[in-house]
């Protein structure tokens, strides 16, 4: 839920100008979450049967929002009804790597 609410925070300040490739699944309007996943999970699977080696690279997303109030974040998080305990740790982690806005 919180990764949805980040998400559409994102697609407002990023992508609304900006034009993706058709094979971009990330900062798009649309939710394509499962679709991300389902598409990891079969990479991963057919490496896995096929003993080939991959390559996968992760983005650390923390400096995204440290200029995101915080305050904003759990309030988006609220409308969204995410669980408070999940948006409190959200913005834990997202504290830890960044300095507090507000």
Known sequence: MLQRVLHYILAKIVCD???????????????????????LHTILCTADDEVKPIAIAFFDL??????????TILRCARKHRLHPP?????????????????
């Open 62 to 71: 923390s400096k995204a929002f440290d200029s995101v109030s915080h305050d």
């Open 17 to 39: 100008p900006i034009k993706f490739s058709s094979l971009q699944v990330a900062f798009e309007k649309k939710d394509r979450c499962l679709e991300a996943f389902t598409l």
């Open 86 to 102: 999940v948006g409190a740790l959200s913005i834990a982690t997202i504290q830890r790597h960044s300095n507090h806005m507000g």
